[in-house]
Nanobody, 124 residues
Framework: QVQLVESGGGLVQAGGSLRLSCAASGLTFSTYAMGWFRQAPGKEREFVAGISWSGDTRNYADSVNGRFTISRDNAKNTVYLQMNSLKPEDTAVYYC?????????????????WGQGTQVTVSS
């Protein structure tokens, strides 16, 4: 049974930083690409960042490129999202998910398992 558990969310002032973690179990983690998405109230879930199984390929949404960094530790079955220079518009529930495509893709349809999400709130 695949389980993804996010942690690290919280309340931070604009300009601050947070690091999200996603611990995976029930899968051969090192063979799957992973991604981070977010969903703000009243909005659709949107792609934030994706990483290939090896970590060699990383994709970012334009809105976070240069501020967020996705990484993974296959020995710990964990994927991370380092978020710097946070803005109020980054406020959302953040989800990690498993990517079937292997590429860290931007499209939601290739992600088949999701965590429960962690709330990130950025105050102005």
């Amino acid at each position: 049974q695949v389980q993804l558990v996010e942690s690290g969310g919280g309340l931070v002032q604009a300009g601050g930083s947070l690091r999200l973690s996603c611990a995976a179990s029930g899968l051969t983690f090192s063979t799957y690409a992973m991604g981070w998405f977010r969903q703000a109230p009243g909005k659709e879930r949107e792609f934030v960042a994706g990483i290939s199984w090896s970590g060699d390929t990383r994709n970012y949404a334009d809105s976070v490129n240069g501020r967020f960094t996705i990484s993974r530790d296959n020995a710990k079955n964990t994927v991370y999202l380092q978020m710097n220079s946070l803005k109020p518009e980054d406020t959302a529930v953040y989800y990690c998910a498993r990517d079937r495509s292997g590429l860290g893709a931007r499209v939601l349809d290739v992600y088949d398992y999701w965590g429960q999400g962690t709330q990130v709130t950025v105050s102005s």
